[in-house]
């Protein structure tokens, strides 16, 4: 595959396609993003009232988001597991 081929397959395929494409093949991943940015905006709405010190109030949103990531990405491999070695058994037995 040549360099200009692989830059005109990458034009045509649109970012948004692109992403649907990757989230079909890994739904959690987008639940990943989604869920770190929804931590991130709930930190930063927090950030007026908090009544700890700001560096203190940046590693609880910090461990929270990661969290979130982490269990997202740790879900996201339990289903493809489950997908690789109990549905697709079950569909080649058929």
Do not use: C, D
């Not at 040549?2 to 989230?23: C, D, P």
């Not at 079909?24 to 991130?40: L, R, S, Y």
């Not at 109030?57 to 461990?63: G, N, S, T």
């Amino acid at each position: 595959m040549s360099a200009a081929s692989t830059v005109s397959s990458y034009s045509e395929e649109g970012q948004t396609s692109k992403l649907l494409r990757k989230s079909k093949e890994a739904p959690f991943v987008p639940i990943g993003m989604a869920g770190f940015a929804g931590i991130v905006a709930y930190g930063l709405y927090r950030l007026k009232s908090r009544n700890t010190k700001m560096s203190v109030h940046l590693i609880h949103m910090r461990v929270a988001a990661q969290g979130f990531v982490v269990g997202a990405m740790t879900l996201g491999v339990a289903y493809s597991m489950y997908r690789e070695y109990f549905v697709k058994p079950r569909e080649q037995e058929k």
